[in-house]
């Protein structure tokens, strides 16, 4: 042994911890390649979209304790759905808004204060499923341009047609609108 | 003591079973670290420590790995899959490198790793990190899981008895030897192997970076 080497004062077992310390400081740091998650994401996104979509279409005899409401769902949710529609298009065609208009005629202003008046109903700008699945509504006041009510099937009185109308919106959290009243 | 939250763990995995994507990031997220960890140091390939973590996660993702909750945590669960995995690759090297592969036994003959297959990787930047993680890599692999699970990432001894699936009194006996063993190589106590196996046969690959003496550690102080 060289004389030259500093003398080891400190037990062995206390040299070998501060060694093993150095070396964990060192790993702390250390972590699997990003490449491995993206893999692996992939790798989960097929496993799931071949899996689950597969268990949803899985056919089953429904048992008693399922109910006869989840056979009901099962094959008479679209002749639901399509009730739904033609009950909500029936709705609005009877509501005070249709009723105005095919009152007043073409004066839009006119027809869209009297419903206003009446009831304040809204017009579904999105299907009714999404706008009771939003979360958040929130409702805003806006200036919409008379010529983007023609849209949605509101008559356009040319000489006005580049004026706006007052609107409360309802708006989804992303901004999107759901629904919307003219405010007189 | 688990790095992880075992009920957190439950949730994500039976959230990650039902299609959840978000719940499958977050437990790899949360375990990806320590296997990489524990797999680096056991193999001493970053490559290798990649595929193992990697196949860990692909066999859970595919379900093929039986978790059973009653049995232990889940991060001791994937270390103990981690360790087979490690177990069957070292096998499978022994087989090209050399024919005395010896069984998991606890004989001091046994405490030295016979080979490497494949030429160390500097992994750290480090150096005296660096030559205690090549310490390390001579040691016998199932003395090194012990050492590695405890000193690396602060396991219990039931843990690692679990995971290494031996008891508790083996846990301790090899820990000890281990540590022993790590400090003679650091020290130098030990001669490279391929000046003690040099009858005719090529040299191991653990011979590219010989046992040399770290600083702070001397014979004299061993001695």
Known sequence: MSD?????????????????????????????????????????ATVTASTHPLQSKKLRIPSRRDGFSRLLGQWFAPG?????????????MLSPLSQAIDDVGTDTTEALAYASDAVNPFIALQSLERI??????????????RTSLAAYGVPINPEIAGQSVRTEMLVAANGQPLAMRFVP | MPLTDPIQDLALLTEMRSGNTAAFAQLYRQHQGPLYRFALLRCGSAAAAADIVQEIFLALLNNTLKFD?????????LFGVARNFLSKQHEANCRYVSNSHAP???????????????????????????????????????????????????LSYLEIAQICDIDLGTVRSR????RARLLGLLKGDFAPKCERNAEGQPPPVTCARPTEQISGFTREAHS
Do not use: C
Not at chain 1, 132 to 145: F, S
Not at chain 2, 113 to 123: K, Q, S
Not at chain 2, 175 to 178: D, G, H, N, W
């Open chain 1, 80 to 92: 639901v759905a399509i009730s739904a529609s033609v009950a909500m298009a029936s709705w609005m």
């Open chain 1, 4 to 44: 030259t080497k500093p003398p080891f004062i400190s037990p062995p077992d206390a040299a070998l911890d501060r060694a093993l310390d150095t070396l964990r400081r060192e790993f702390e740091a250390l972590n699997t390649p990003r490449h491995i998650e993206t893999r692996l994401m992939t790798a989960f």
């Open chain 2, 104 to 154: 998991d036994t606890d004989d001091a003959s046994d405490e030295l790793a016979d080979t490497v297959a494949g030429p160390l990787e500097r992994l750290l930047v480090n150096e005296a990190a660096e030559n205690v993680r090549v310490a390390l890599q001579q040691i016998s692999p199932h003395f090194r899981d012990v050492l590695i699970l405890y000193e690396m990432h602060d």
């Open chain 1, 132 to 145: 009771a699945m939003e979360p958040t509504p929130r409702l805003i006041a806006a200036n919409v341009p």
């Open chain 2, 175 to 178: 820990l000890s030897r281990a």
């Open chain 2, 69 to 77: 909750p009653s049995r232990g945590v889940l991060q001791g669960f």
